[in-house]
Protein backbone atom coordinates (compact mmCIF):
# COMPACT_ATOMS: atom_id res chain seq x y z
CA UNK A 1 0.00 0.00 0.00
CA UNK A 2 1.02 3.36 -0.11
CA UNK A 3 3.20 4.99 2.25
CA UNK A 4 3.77 8.90 2.50
CA UNK A 5 6.70 10.42 4.49
CA UNK A 6 6.46 14.25 5.96
CA UNK A 7 9.91 16.25 6.34
CA UNK A 8 10.37 18.06 8.85
CA UNK A 9 8.73 16.93 12.19
CA UNK A 10 8.77 20.55 13.31
CA UNK A 11 10.35 23.94 11.80
CA UNK A 12 10.39 27.58 13.18
CA UNK A 13 11.00 30.20 10.79
CA UNK A 14 10.49 33.78 11.62
CA UNK A 15 7.36 35.98 10.38
CA UNK A 16 8.07 37.28 6.93
CA UNK A 17 10.13 34.05 5.94
CA UNK A 18 9.27 31.22 3.63
CA UNK A 19 8.20 27.67 5.25
CA UNK A 20 8.51 24.81 2.72
CA UNK A 21 7.54 21.28 3.92
CA UNK A 22 8.03 18.43 1.80
CA UNK A 23 6.27 14.66 1.44
CA UNK A 24 7.22 11.72 -0.56
CA UNK A 25 4.88 8.64 -1.86
CA UNK A 26 5.91 5.35 -2.94
CA UNK A 27 3.09 4.30 -4.74
CA UNK A 28 3.20 5.81 -8.48
CA UNK A 29 -1.17 5.47 -8.75
CA UNK A 30 -1.29 8.28 -6.44
CA UNK A 31 -2.47 10.88 -8.35
CA UNK A 32 -4.37 13.31 -5.95
CA UNK A 33 -2.09 15.32 -3.01
CA UNK A 34 -3.82 17.48 -0.93
CA UNK A 35 -2.65 19.90 2.15
CA UNK A 36 -4.39 20.15 5.42
CA UNK A 37 -3.97 22.62 7.89
CA UNK A 38 -5.17 21.45 11.89
CA UNK A 39 -5.17 24.10 14.60
CA UNK A 40 -4.93 22.85 18.09
CA UNK A 41 -8.45 21.09 18.67
CA UNK A 42 -10.01 21.68 15.36
CA UNK A 43 -10.66 19.94 12.30
CA UNK A 44 -8.27 19.79 9.20
CA UNK A 45 -8.78 22.12 6.72
CA UNK A 46 -7.74 21.67 2.99
CA UNK A 47 -5.23 24.71 2.05
CA UNK A 48 -4.21 23.48 -1.24
CA UNK A 49 -4.15 20.66 -3.29
CA UNK A 50 -2.35 19.19 -7.08
CA UNK A 51 -3.42 16.19 -9.39
CA UNK A 52 -0.70 14.55 -11.30
CA UNK A 53 -1.40 15.91 -14.19
CA UNK A 54 -0.20 19.56 -13.00
CA UNK A 55 3.63 19.90 -12.01
CA UNK A 56 2.83 23.48 -9.97
CA UNK A 57 -0.22 25.29 -8.26
CA UNK A 58 -0.46 28.68 -6.34
CA UNK A 59 -2.77 30.17 -4.12
CA UNK A 60 -1.91 33.87 -3.19
CA UNK A 61 0.91 32.84 -0.17
CA UNK A 62 0.88 29.12 -0.81
CA UNK A 63 2.25 26.82 -3.68
CA UNK A 64 2.72 22.94 -4.04
CA UNK A 65 5.22 21.52 -6.50
CA UNK A 66 4.99 17.99 -7.42
CA UNK A 67 7.49 15.71 -8.92
CA UNK A 68 6.02 12.66 -10.66
CA UNK A 69 9.36 11.09 -11.28
CA UNK A 70 10.97 11.60 -8.15
CA UNK A 71 7.71 10.85 -6.21
CA UNK A 72 7.71 13.98 -3.92
CA UNK A 73 5.71 17.31 -3.85
CA UNK A 74 6.15 20.08 -1.47
CA UNK A 75 4.36 22.98 0.02
CA UNK A 76 5.73 26.45 -0.12
CA UNK A 77 4.57 28.99 2.35
CA UNK A 78 5.85 32.63 1.34
CA UNK A 79 5.37 35.86 3.74
CA UNK A 80 4.57 33.61 6.85
CA UNK A 81 2.98 35.23 9.73
CA UNK A 82 1.96 34.16 12.74
CA UNK A 83 -1.72 32.92 11.80
CA UNK A 84 -0.02 30.00 10.04
CA UNK A 85 1.25 28.36 12.93
CA UNK A 86 -0.75 25.31 12.86
CA UNK A 87 0.12 21.59 11.72
CA UNK A 88 0.21 20.67 8.37
CA UNK A 89 -0.58 17.40 7.06
CA UNK A 90 0.09 15.72 3.12
CA UNK A 91 -1.58 13.30 1.77
CA UNK A 92 -1.73 11.05 -1.33
CA UNK A 93 -4.44 9.25 -2.93
CA UNK A 94 -5.65 7.74 -5.72
CA UNK A 95 -8.63 6.27 -7.60
CA UNK A 96 -7.35 2.76 -7.68
CA UNK A 97 -7.44 2.42 -3.86
CA UNK A 98 -10.65 4.62 -3.37
CA UNK A 99 -9.66 7.15 -2.73
CA UNK A 100 -8.51 6.97 0.84
CA UNK A 101 -6.17 9.94 1.92
CA UNK A 102 -2.80 8.52 3.10
CA UNK A 103 -1.48 10.91 5.55
CA UNK A 104 1.58 12.15 6.61
CA UNK A 105 2.92 12.25 10.59
CA UNK A 106 2.99 16.20 9.90
CA UNK A 107 4.83 19.27 10.47
CA UNK A 108 4.32 21.63 13.08
CA UNK A 109 4.99 25.30 11.80
CA UNK A 110 5.85 27.78 14.53
CA UNK A 111 5.93 31.43 12.91
CA UNK A 112 7.84 33.57 15.43
CA UNK A 113 6.63 37.32 15.40
CA UNK B 1 -24.03 26.12 3.70
CA UNK B 2 -23.76 23.53 6.08
CA UNK B 3 -20.56 21.61 5.81
CA UNK B 4 -19.84 18.27 7.47
CA UNK B 5 -22.14 17.57 10.77
CA UNK B 6 -20.56 15.26 13.37
CA UNK B 7 -22.03 14.61 17.30
CA UNK B 8 -20.98 14.23 19.31
CA UNK B 9 -18.22 16.69 19.90
CA UNK B 10 -17.16 15.37 22.89
CA UNK B 11 -17.98 11.85 23.96
CA UNK B 12 -17.04 10.31 27.90
CA UNK B 13 -17.24 6.87 27.90
CA UNK B 14 -16.45 4.23 30.83
CA UNK B 15 -14.31 0.92 29.77
CA UNK B 16 -16.60 -1.59 28.18
CA UNK B 17 -18.94 0.54 27.30
CA UNK B 18 -20.55 1.39 23.79
CA UNK B 19 -19.51 4.72 21.97
CA UNK B 20 -21.30 5.83 18.65
CA UNK B 21 -20.34 8.36 16.52
CA UNK B 22 -22.78 9.82 13.77
CA UNK B 23 -21.22 12.01 10.69
CA UNK B 24 -23.81 13.64 7.88
CA UNK B 25 -22.21 14.58 5.46
CA UNK B 26 -22.35 17.71 2.73
CA UNK B 27 -25.09 18.07 0.88
CA UNK B 28 -24.91 16.28 -2.54
CA UNK B 29 -21.88 14.04 -1.56
CA UNK B 30 -22.48 10.61 -1.12
CA UNK B 31 -19.07 9.02 -0.29
CA UNK B 32 -17.92 9.26 3.54
CA UNK B 33 -14.79 8.45 5.33
CA UNK B 34 -13.83 7.80 8.91
CA UNK B 35 -10.17 8.21 10.09
CA UNK B 36 -8.97 8.67 13.38
CA UNK B 37 -6.45 10.73 15.10
CA UNK B 38 -4.47 9.26 18.05
CA UNK B 39 -2.67 12.35 20.56
CA UNK B 40 -0.43 13.85 18.66
CA UNK B 41 0.08 11.69 16.19
CA UNK B 42 -1.33 11.88 12.28
CA UNK B 43 -5.03 10.76 10.90
CA UNK B 44 -5.49 7.19 10.24
CA UNK B 45 -8.11 5.79 7.72
CA UNK B 46 -10.51 3.39 8.53
CA UNK B 47 -13.51 3.30 6.46
CA UNK B 48 -14.91 3.96 3.70
CA UNK B 49 -19.03 3.78 2.01
CA UNK B 50 -21.29 4.86 -0.06
CA UNK B 51 -25.25 4.70 0.75
CA UNK B 52 -26.09 1.36 2.23
CA UNK B 53 -22.05 -0.08 1.31
CA UNK B 54 -18.84 -0.49 3.05
CA UNK B 55 -16.44 -0.08 0.45
CA UNK B 56 -13.21 -0.57 1.82
CA UNK B 57 -12.67 -1.16 5.64
CA UNK B 58 -9.12 -2.25 5.33
CA UNK B 59 -8.41 0.28 8.26
CA UNK B 60 -10.74 -0.59 10.56
CA UNK B 61 -9.50 -3.28 13.94
CA UNK B 62 -10.79 -6.54 13.28
CA UNK B 63 -12.78 -6.55 16.57
CA UNK B 64 -14.97 -3.71 18.42
CA UNK B 65 -15.65 -1.38 15.43
CA UNK B 66 -18.20 -1.45 12.76
CA UNK B 67 -19.51 1.50 10.74
CA UNK B 68 -22.75 1.71 8.52
CA UNK B 69 -24.10 4.05 6.10
CA UNK B 70 -27.70 3.76 5.75
CA UNK B 71 -29.92 4.82 2.84
CA UNK B 72 -31.48 7.69 5.33
CA UNK B 73 -29.77 9.13 8.12
CA UNK B 74 -26.80 9.63 9.29
CA UNK B 75 -23.50 7.29 8.69
CA UNK B 76 -21.99 5.66 11.91
CA UNK B 77 -19.18 4.49 13.25
CA UNK B 78 -20.06 2.31 16.10
CA UNK B 79 -16.92 1.01 18.61
CA UNK B 80 -18.46 -1.76 21.33
CA UNK B 81 -16.46 -2.43 24.77
CA UNK B 82 -14.44 0.64 24.33
CA UNK B 83 -10.76 0.49 26.01
CA UNK B 84 -8.64 3.05 27.37
CA UNK B 85 -6.81 2.76 23.46
CA UNK B 86 -9.83 3.94 21.71
CA UNK B 87 -9.51 7.36 23.30
CA UNK B 88 -8.99 9.83 19.95
CA UNK B 89 -10.07 12.22 17.70
CA UNK B 90 -12.25 9.99 14.96
CA UNK B 91 -12.99 12.64 12.20
CA UNK B 92 -15.18 11.68 8.87
CA UNK B 93 -14.90 13.10 4.98
CA UNK B 94 -17.24 13.37 2.84
CA UNK B 95 -16.58 13.84 -1.25
CA UNK B 96 -19.36 13.82 -3.91
CA UNK B 97 -18.20 12.15 -6.74
CA UNK B 98 -17.96 8.69 -7.60
CA UNK B 99 -15.45 6.54 -9.96
CA UNK B 100 -12.59 9.66 -9.79
CA UNK B 101 -10.09 10.90 -7.22
CA UNK B 102 -11.72 14.10 -5.62
CA UNK B 103 -11.63 16.45 -2.65
CA UNK B 104 -12.38 15.13 0.73
CA UNK B 105 -13.72 17.86 3.54
CA UNK B 106 -13.92 17.02 6.71
CA UNK B 107 -16.06 17.72 10.20
CA UNK B 108 -15.31 18.53 13.37
CA UNK B 109 -14.51 15.56 14.82
CA UNK B 110 -15.60 13.12 18.13
CA UNK B 111 -13.13 13.17 20.51
CA UNK B 112 -13.66 10.22 22.77
CA UNK B 113 -12.48 9.65 25.66
CA UNK B 114 -12.44 6.57 27.57
CA UNK B 115 -11.79 6.60 31.31
Known amino acids: GENVEQHPSTLSVQEGDSAVIKCTYS??????FPWYKQELGKRPQLIID?????GEKKDQRIAVTLNKTAKHFSLHITETQPEDSAVYFCAASSWEYGNKLVFGAGTILRVKS | NAGVMQNPRHLVRRRGQEARLRCSPMKGHSHVYWYRQLPEEGLKFMVY????????ESGMPKERFSAEFPKEGPSILRIQQVVRGDSAAYFC?????????????FGPGTRLTVL
Open chain 2, 49 to 56: LQKENIID
Open chain 2, 93 to 105: ASSPREGRTDTQY
Open chain 1, 50 to 54: IRSNV
Open chain 1, 27 to 32: DSASNY
